[in-house]
């Protein structure tokens, strides 16, 4: 059975320093080092803002790769955040340990990134009443991956040996889920931000 803790669930923002040359570097070609890491640093922003003011559920951010930045810093003291450093040797683990920690407190954790403009309240608020009856909540992405994923227990066959940043990130995800014996829930697809031609397809949306 899942575990269950005697908090709520948890929100963990997932998050990269906004570090030229090292956020957003799939960006870089459309927008330049500067651009890109200014575009991370919005959208890290917005969706802290978002999931902080939709008051649903402790938010964390976990940061990488540590907690050094001063945006997150910054972030932390106006949002009254928990900040913690990612750990792991590939995004897999780091998520993974971050589910593990936050399920020793609480009893859900739903892991987002900063890449879907799109991720509001109503998907929070879905998700977390996706987790009373379902082992899990999925919210995919249209690039094939997934901007949420809502969980009561941390199981290392969703995080191993994934090819995070491809397009079968998601479709692993249930079947690895699946093989577990979970119902899981999934929410509607979602555009997030990591290409140049999603640059395109977020302002189409945005009109």
Known sequence: MPRTGPDPARILIFAKAPVPG??????IPA?????????????LRATVARMAAARLAPVDLWCA???????????AATYDLALHRQQGVDLGERLLNATAVTLNQAAGAVLIGTDCPQL??????????GLADHDAVLGPAAD??????ALRAAAPALFAEMPWGGA?????????MA????????LPVLQDLDRPADLVRLAALAR
């Open 22 to 27: 090292q956020a957003k570097t799939r960006l």
């Open 31 to 43: 927008l330049g080092t500067a651009g890109a890491a200014a575009l991370a640093e919005r959208l």
């Open 65 to 75: 790769p540590d907690t050094s930045h001063p945006v997150f810093a910054e972030l």
């Open 120 to 129: 509001d309240a109503g998907c929070l608020r879905r998700a977390l009443a």
């Open 144 to 149: 094939g991956g997934y901007v949420l994923l």
């Open 168 to 176: 079968r990130v998601a479709a692993l995800t249930r079947a690895r």
């Open 179 to 186: 093989q577990l014996g979970w119902r899981w829930q999934e």
